[in-house]
């Protein structure tokens, strides 16, 4: 398997613009996660999912952060309209529910915006 | 709900000797507690975990961490550090949530390895 696949790598965008983060999990997977990581406050679980429904959204930060996961193969991250303070890096991470099972994370999404 | 604190957010060790990274947890229920480890531009990637059983828990690259309940810790050590070593380091705690299981995690802490 390929593992995470997150898209794009790197992506910087003026202030205001619409910002959308992708993600393919690893086959098989059930639950699926977005986290966020800045220097100022480390690795924060914005929202995550099971069986492609969302589960617990408290972390996203403000209404302009939207997921959705219409399939078990893939799940967007959307920031609309995007602020500065949005920079950072946004990473997916899956894992099979059930037995204790660690999360496989993907390479990350690194977000400046300008 | 489940929180972790890694003591130290840089660690700076010499090429051969001990390294040794802190974490201590909170949890209400018997944790299940992880070691992440992140190198520059990359993702997270396992070296270690602890679910039940032994509390001596071995990983990979020769680290190696020990559940003690006693002190609510989970602190990962290698004998011998090597300059590959170098990246960030993150322990984590899984919090049962509604179908799913999810990780929380420290602040990391950055090693740092001395020629």
């Known amino acids: 398997d390929a593992g995470v696949i997150q898209s794009p790598r790197h992506e910087v965008t003026e202030m205001g613009q619409e910002v959308t983060l992708r993600c393919k999990p690893i086959s098989g997977h059930n639950s699926l996660f977005w986290y966020r990581q800045t220097m100022m406050r480390g690795l924060e679980l914005l929202i995550y999912f099971n069986n492609n429904v969302p589960i617990d959204d408290s972390g996203m930060p403000e209404d302009r952060f939207s997921a959705k996961m219409p399939n078990a193969s893939f799940s967007t991250l959307k920031i609309q309209p995007s602020e500065p303070r949005d920079s950072a890096v946004y990473f997916c991470a899956s894992s099979l529910k059930g037995a204790v ?11 400046t915006v300008v | 709900a489940q929180s972790v604190t890694q003591l130290g957010s840089h660690v700076s060790v010499s ?9 201590n947890y909170s949890s209400s229920v018997p944790p299940y507690l992880f070691w992440y480890v ?29 559940f003690k309940k006693s002190e609510t810790s989970f602190h990962l050590t290698k004998p ?9 380091y993150f322990c984590a705690v899984s919090e049962e949530g509604r179908g799913a299981q999810k990780l929380v995690f420290g602040q990391g802490t950055r090693l740092t390895i001395n020629p």
Do not use: W
């Open chain 2, 15 to 23: 090429e051969g000797a001990l390294v040794l990274l802190r974490c």
């Open chain 2, 38 to 66: 992140q190198y520059p531009n990359q993702g997270l990637q396992l070296l270690l975990k602890y679910t039940t059983g032994a509390t001596l828990v071995k990983g990979i690259n020769g680290f190696e961490a020990e």
């Open chain 1, 101 to 111: 099972t660690e999360a496989f994370f993907g390479q990350g999404t690194r977000l």
């Open chain 2, 80 to 88: 011998s550090a090597h300059m590959s070593d170098a990246a960030e």
